[in-house]
């Protein structure tokens, strides 16, 4: 809820400061990065290229892409298209090297495995959006509690019998 957005918004306000334009900010300090995202999705049946495959290539580009450069890296469930164990691991140890090489990075999931990051890796800071309905959305420290994909099915009128299985099972 709101995830990508927020991100987008930060690398957008970001490029409007290194431009000289004004921000919708009370303060804002800034050096000069370098913005790399692994945000677009997709399989490519013309090239009969996985998600996952098309997730690693994209990761690899940004990342030559920024290398020795100071560097805003923006991600998005990133390394989707493969089992949870693998996404995970490879997640987790592309946070870990990220932040060895010095880079500012933003990043949405929804693996919630991976909010004990906060202690493992320094400067590591889990936010979520609000766990209210408000709107506009705040930003929040900690993760979400919240349900989302379970509402979601259910306000797509999925059975009945399905929702309560798939609470049941989580």
Do not use: W
Not at 38 to 57: H, I, L, P, V, Y
Not at 69 to 78: F, G, P
Not at 123 to 147: C, M, T, V, W, Y
């Amino acid at each position: 809820r709101g995830k990508s957005t927020y991100i987008r918004m930060a690398a957008l306000m970001s490029i409007l400061a290194q431009n000289g334009m004004p921000v919708p900010s009370t303060e804002m300090k800034i050096t000069p990065l370098v913005i790399a995202s692994a945000m677009k999705k997709g399989d490519s049946t013309q090239e009969a290229e996985s998600t996952f495959r098309a997730e690693a290539r994209r990761v690899k580009d940004f990342l030559v892409k920024i290398k020795d450069r100071r560097s805003l890296v923006l991600l998005d469930e990133v390394f989707t298209g493969t089992s949870s164990e693998e996404k995970l691991a490879a997640e987790r140890a592309l946070y870990h090297y990220l932040q060895t090489q010095g880079y500012l990075v933003l990043a949405a999931s929804h693996s919630r495995e991976l909010v004990f990051l906060e202690g493992e890796i320094p400067g590591f800071i889990n936010l979520h959006a609000s766990d209210h309905d408000e709107k506009p959305f705040q930003i929040e420290k900690g993760f979400s509690k919240r349900r989302n994909a379970f509402k979601v099915l259910n306000e797509e009128g999925l059975p009945k019998e399905l929702l309560e299985k798939a609470y049941h099972l989580y």
